[in-house]
């Protein structure tokens, strides 16, 4: 069974830091391209970072030079560090595979806001 469980959000003030992390189990985890995705109230789901199995990272635009994201294949675990957090970085967290395809966690809340 597929488990994909994201933690580490929480409120945190414009410039700001976040660490995330997503916990992957039932998936081959270390041949994968994983990826951290957002969505905003009222936005689509939208891809903000990824990183293939041989440690390729890329960024959407908006994120590039304040996120950083990495993973650890002994864990099972794939991270999203966030610094200098903006207000509209605001939006639940989640991770799956590059491209999307397991059933999606919960999420994790991210508030950016004085």
């Known amino acids: 069974q597929v488990q994909l469980v994201e933690s580490g959000g929480g409120l945190v003030q414009p410039g700001g830091s976040l660490r995330l992390s997503c916990a992957a189990s039932?998936?081959?985890?270390?041949?994968?391209?994983m990826a951290w995705y957002r969505q905003a109230p009222g936005k689509q789901r939208e891809l903000v970072a990824s990183i293939s199995s041989g440690d390729n990272t890329n960024y959407v635009d908006s994120v590039k030079g304040r996120f950083t994201i990495s993973r650890d294949n002994a864990k099972n675990t794939v991270y999203l560090q966030m610094y200098s957090l903006k207000p509209e970085d605001t939006a639940i967290y989640y991770c799956n595979r590059l491209p999307a395809f397991f059933s999606w966690g919960q999420g994790t809340q991210v508030t950016v806001s004085s």
């Open positions: 039932g998936i081959a985890f270390g041949i994968l391209s």
